[in-house]
């Protein structure tokens, strides 16, 4: 049988590569630019050709191949020799439970091929064990970015021309799905390395080896060590940092090609969600109504409530959409809150079938009008009363974003009249007035919570965060910012004593976000922080990182104040206390936690 | 108070005329022609010009204003003045319960003001009266037509541009609403006067008046009268001709400008469907799916039934809107059968909303195809259930027009397969071996059924009619045609003894129906046979005067045959056997028609 098999085999792969040659089209960019490869990959892929040629002059230097141990807090440059990088055993120092990175990197001269990291398992000298299922690679990959503001003032805007920018691959996707790659003469390439450490592991000295190796053999063997504490860190579920990263299950239906909400789409949005859960997300996002931004990312927000106007005038809502996302999310174990989007949109129109012509209708109306009042009072009595049934009430919140105070007083009323034990949320401005009406209230990174007005309303279990947006040059999270301004946002959190991080997009895709990240409105990677193909990032990695921190920060804090221990507590705020925005130009945030990841590891 | 309610008075009228100058704007016809009035007029309006000028030599002739009977089997050319008017009595036959009609003409060589005509209550010597109820009056207006396609071969076909037929005035819709009229100088106005005849009436002869007149008084008097025959004809509800003129709702929503399945659409629709009952309509036109006929009119037909794919892949069919239009429809007396259409639309595409996507989507799939068998049949099975909770499932066919043998065979096995019991209808080609399937078949005037075959089906309970299309030159109920030619249907059916015609538009206006006729395709006039405003038209009128004159006929056939008079018989078939439609061209309809008024109204 066996030559038979063999032939098969071949005529199969023959046939689905004419099959994919004949039927699929190339991809283009958000821009325009044809991608040399059929749309949306999910394994395989291309970068786009690097837009800046490699100087010999830089790489004549270069002898052979060059392997070591970069930092996590450097995006290697494709066109670059890799600078400073090391051999000698790199040691991370790790509670149990914590995930800690390095990366390896390898510049060549010359081309290789099969270029692969290989990590083993890490193992003690009393015989303790971290198994490579501990342990994740990634490559990372070359992603199109652009840059800030012309003025250096953020990252908002519109951007049609995406030649006013500058354009550079930048090292951001971490690429777990393809195995080993091809590297082009004078290029760099760097391995994310990931361990986490199992929660039940021996405080000690973890070592082992990462060999680099192309298809010629060996390139070189980096040695690896993890120092685990004797300190605890929880599994991310259990963790009290409320990160809300919004998800976007429409850009992956369509990057799927599947139909939303089908069973292949559960299957697919698994994945994403996944890498949300692990890196500590609370909040569910749901869309009540058509277009809460309108239509703001590429992939807009359709309703999960179906809208509909009975032909005899009656208004129904169908709630089956929001409990199979809802559903899907609380599997996984994102089960804390859900917010819901949004009562007051930015356009305020709203989308309905209407059942006698037979047609999507929209009906524009605002808070404090009849129609408003009379149709969102429907909805909501209905909502509260469904939210009830499912035991989800008490999770769920009404949720703003950015609005006059005026509108918001009256939304607030509409939603009392129709069920006072409603929770809301609101990310915007800090209005004093609001802040006892909102569950949870997140605030832009320049306004300042009182934090003693933080503490009395965590202590009524309402949760306060802060957020990013376009807006700040830095820290930020655009596929172009330093890593470390990730990692920042937890400590910032920490210091400032808020309960978490918001930031409006976890996956909120360009056309092809593996390949370019540009959009037509702000700053490059604003729209997501993952990427297809259930691939995490350098951003996302150190956004989680910062998660760990703030939750390490609050350990200590409790215990330090248990144990009355002072001198500790005093360390540990002072470390905190350079986490201030301002002073992120004279001092990169890479720098300042390096500091404070000393203080929080201190044996 | 008077004086105060008389400048309130004036200020609201020029209130009112300044509000509808200022926002009404002006309408046009299909063609893009400015109206020179607001859009969609239903109370007074103006007719477009008249594309031929008055023949000076022809009016020279025409001393004074000419008023006098004339002929329902003429349309009065607006510029002419009538010819062959008579002044003296004009004696119309009747049986009770029998509508019979007039014209009276008015020719003018000179502007007149308020020309009206009053028509008083009829009188008989024994004291019987037909009082003023029983009599109807309205000008008969003139709106634009076109004619035949120039090869004298029926009008079939598109028509984008109006110019290469030969555009004219043409009388054809009554306009009951208008009380009086100016009239230009060389212009010729009809009237149409019917007299419903009272069922509980004696026999005997009824006499009175009708007055013609303008602003300065009388122009003219015209003796009328109404001979009552000893002969009763049943109300149009009681009558066994089958009637069949599709109703197209969603015009009349348009053209009343409001919105569908509305209170407000309900009580606009009312008028035209008692002109629909009044005429002996037996059918209601259910369409069960979104265009049904590729939205080939000006309004198209939207889906009666809602079609929902719900998010988990079931369907679900909603009957608000059906129940909504055939309770109203039965309410009125329309109560004898519901034709669905369809499920082999002309399209074989599907219109549905479809929840995952929050938006409307189509499906296409033909008959015997996996995905059309599988909604279809949902489709039907849910109908039919839903049919039979109302009471209406006996009444009620799947109805098909025009599709090959093969797909109508497989459209069977699907219906059989929901429920054995369903009724079908086919407007269409006579298959032989359909015939007994179909429960009412329509066949074009062309196909002859045998006879025997159709007694066989009124046996079985069975309906067997035939219709006119585009496809005709004559008999027709154009705008242009001979009023008679639509008279001539009831009769041919007669003939035949078929149950009834069929035609496939009772209202599918145009965009401006009372002003021009023509649209861009078929010939004009093609599309609807009443007019918005509830109004009649000469065609509607005679069609009317068919089904009586079928039902006439078919009384006298039972009474004859009852009596074993044979002889009586036999000159009932040979005028008859003169309505044969390749004679029209040398014999008109009108001349026949006028024999055999004679033969059905004989003592």
Sequence with gaps: MKPLFRLCTALAVLLSTFHLSAVAQEGVTHSGRPTGQPPYPLTDYRELPNPVTPDPALWHEV????????????????????????????????????????????????????????????????????????IFTGFVRYVMTDELNKDGRGGCGYRPDNSLFDSTLVADPIDHLTLSLAMDAQTSQACWIRVWVPSGMAAGRYTGTVRVEDADGLLGELPLAVEVLDRELPQPRDWKFHLDLWQNPYAVARYHRVEPWSEEHIAALRPYMELYRDAGGKSVTASIMHKPWNGQTHDYFESMVTWVKRVDGTWYFDYAIFDKWVEMMFSLGIDKQINCYSMVPWKLTYRYFDQATNSMRDFSSAPGEELYDKVWGEMLTSFAEHLKQKGWFEKTLISMDERPEEVMQRTLHIIRKADPGFKISLAGVLHESLADELDDYCVSLNMKFKKEEIEKRRAEGRVTTFYT???????????????????????????????????????????????????????????????????????????????????KVRILREEYTRKGNKSALKRLEKVLSAFDETTLVERSAAEVIRVARREVNRR
């Design 469 to 551: 947006s376009c807006t700040e040059p830095r820290p930020n999270t655009f596929t172009f910012c330093p890593p470390a301004e990730c990692e920042w946002m937890g400590w910032y959190a920490a210091r400032e004593r808020l309960d978490g991080y918001l930031r409006w997009a976890l996956n909120s895709w360009v056309l092809e976000p593996l390949l370019d990240s540009r959009f037509h409105t702000w700053a490059a990677g604003d729209t997501y922080l993952i990427y297809p193909g259930g691939r995490t990032s350098v951003r996302f990695e150190r956004l989680m990182e910062g998660a760990q921190a703030w939750e």
């Design 63 to 134: 002898g052979g191949v060059r392997v070591g141990w970069g930092s996590t807090d450097v995006r290697y440059a494709k066109e670059r020799p890799a600078e400073g990088l090391s051999q000698k055993t790199l040691t991370l120092t790790a509670w149990r439970g914590e995930r800690v990175s390095a990366q390896a990197v390898v510049s060549t001269p010359r081309d290789l091929r099969g270029v692969r990291f290989r990590v083993g398992e890490l193992t003690s000298p009393k015989g303790g064990r971290i198994t490579a299922d501990h």
